[in-house]
């Protein structure tokens, strides 16, 4: 069994001439080839894998990370269309206070309106000693950021924010980046689902998944926030939806580092019965038995069609 991954799926992004995505019709393609070549896994038999033994189903599963409004607006009709579903996971910080993007999306939604090389330079603009973080300052002295093409800049952009800029002040710079987006509140709700939507995605035949409270990185987290990161989210999509059909659970950012035991630990505590990461190859019986809290899945780049055309998101990396 295969278990894909996707994140923004759409056609060409009005006013973002940098962003990366994969292109709605790429993503048709790439269904079609996937149901020919693998074919899709029924829901009802996804489930039935982790109540029963004996053989796993073969085919695919399709999950979408994030919460975007993408995944209404363009994913669920295609899925109706083909009769088949998916895992849709998400972050319910986003619905609980003001109306901001996550900072990964920030930094997305940056890049792909003004490209590495004036975003970089925007950013060098805010920069002062006080906001880095103390022990890469001589690190970055060291290093220039000069004279680049887009993507070595946006490159250089993602690493002075998420590695020189010390952690508790990268909000407060890409708020002062993002004014000149002008309301964010409005980005906002062009950019992620509703609460309305998370339930209809159930009420449709889709599964709702967690994707934590603020997409932070587990490990970084004492156990008290992370139990604080599964429990309220889980309520939250809980009473969303009006009673989630299976817990499951996507790990931000997927990777084996970004979580700990204690995250595995809280979430068989919660009654969390499947949990996603990425990995990149087969989901075996033996993970279904063994390890459900680690099932691995697939960048869909790696499937003909599936790449990402332009602008700042690579998959896997912030
Ligand atoms: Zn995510």
New binding site residues.
């Given amino acids: 069994m295969k278990i894909l991954y996707y994140h923004y799926v759409r056609p060409a992004p009005d006013g973002l001439p940098h962003f990366r995505y994969l292109h709605l019709d790429d993503f048709k393609v790439q269904l079609d080839m996937l149901d020919k070549d693998y074919g899709f896994v029924k829901k009802r038999d996804f489930l039935e894998a982790f109540e029963q033994g004996g053989s796993l189903p073969e085919g695919v599963v399709l999950t979408f ?2 919460g975007f409004k993408d995944h209404v607006h363009y994913v669920l009709p295609e899925l109706k269309r083909r009769g088949i579903w998916g895992f849709f ?1 998400i972050s319910t910080g986003l619905y609980a206070g003001e109306k901001k993007l996550l900072n990964v999306h920030r930094v997305h939604n940056l890049l792909g309106r003004h490209g590495g090389v004036v975003m970089l330079d925007a950013l060098r603009r805010q920069l002062t000693p006080e906001v880095m973080a103390h022990e890469h300052v001589e690190e970055f002295q060291r290093e220039t950021y000069t004279h680049q093409d887009n993507d070595q800049a946006t490159n250089d952009f993602k690493r002075i924010i998420n590695y020189f800029i010390a952690p508790g002040n990268q909000g407060e710079i890409l708020d002062r980046l993002m004014m000149d987006f002008g309301d964010e509140v409005q980005l906002f709700d062009a950019f992620y689902m509703s609460a309305d939507e998370i339930h209809a995605l159930q009420d449709e035949g889709m599964i709702v998944g967690n ?1 934590s409270v603020t ?1 932070p990185v587990f490990s970084n987290l004492s156990v008290d926030d992370q139990r604080v990161e599964i429990q309220d989210s889980f309520a939250f999509l809980d009473k969303a939806v009006g009673g989630l059909e299976v817990k499951a659970f996507g790990y ?2 997927g990777h084996k580092h970004t979580y700990t035991e204690e995250t595995m630990s809280l979430l068989r505590e919660t009654g969390c019965r499947m949990a996603f990461t990425t990995g990149n190859r087969d989901v075996v019986r033996r993970d279904i038995e063994e390890a459900p809290l680690e099932l691995p899945r697939y960048d869909c780049n790696l499937f003909p069609h599936g790449r990402a055309s332009y602008g700042p998101y690579r998959p896997g990396e912030f």
């Fill in positions: 990370d994030d996971f994707h997409h931000p950012f």
